[in-house]
């Protein structure tokens, strides 16, 4: 089956500095990736969707010179968190969907435990 | 706006039945997914919805009526491994020929011995 990969699974970094999560969908192409923002006992929130070969779409109230995102190729996207904050520490997950798309389309990385301090 | 509840949290007991319930508002409506979430884990796929009707699966059942904006997930044989929060989300059309999820915020399930 389609399988995400999602790294680092933890980072912690110090307020200021800046961390990139690399998302990679390893047996299928995928022309839209969604990044998720999940804060302890909340659902998840979508932050941004990105697309293959331009500029992602970035859901309201989400900074974009904040969160950089990057979707260079059918297999990869990064989002970095620019100048952290201890407000943004929190858990971001990934989320690919293949070109053929399907109900199945919707796979989960592993997730990023961010912990500014 | 998008509005999709479900119960915050749910108790029940070990060889038990219990139904999570779902309910949405949506501008618009591509399917219905369910998901079990362990904490500090990434969602997995339980169930997708898109017809009026129930979809079964083992121990795990959906059903989805989308002239009440309703959905449930019934997990039978509880077992304490099914502890852990399910989420609930509906497929949106985000415009360009993309579809995006909507959660709801998830209800923890504690399973009891």
Known sequence: GAVVSQHPSRVICKSGTSVKIECRSLDFQATTMFWYRQFPKQSLMLMATSNEGSKATYEQGVEKDKFLINHASLTLSTLTVTSAHPEDSSFYICSASPITGGIYGYTFGSGTRLTVV | ?113
């Open chain 2, 1 to 113: 706006g998008q509005n999709i509840d479900q119960p915050t949290e749910m108790t029940a007991t070990e060889g038990a039945i219990v139904q999570i319930n779902c309910t949405y508002q949506t501008s618009g409506f591509n399917g219905l997914f369910w998901y079990q979430q362990h904490a500090g884990e990434a969602p997995t796929f339980l169930s997708y919805n898109v017809l009026d009707g129930l979809e079964e699966k083992g121990r795990f059942s959906s059903f989805l009526s989308r002239s009440k904006g309703y959905s449930y997930l019934l997990l039978k044989e509880l077992q304490m491994k099914d502890s852990a929060s399910y989420l609930c989300a509906v497929i949106l059309y985000s415009g360009a020929g993309s579809y995006q999820l909507t959660f709801g915020k998830g209800t923890k399930l504690s399973v009891i011995p």
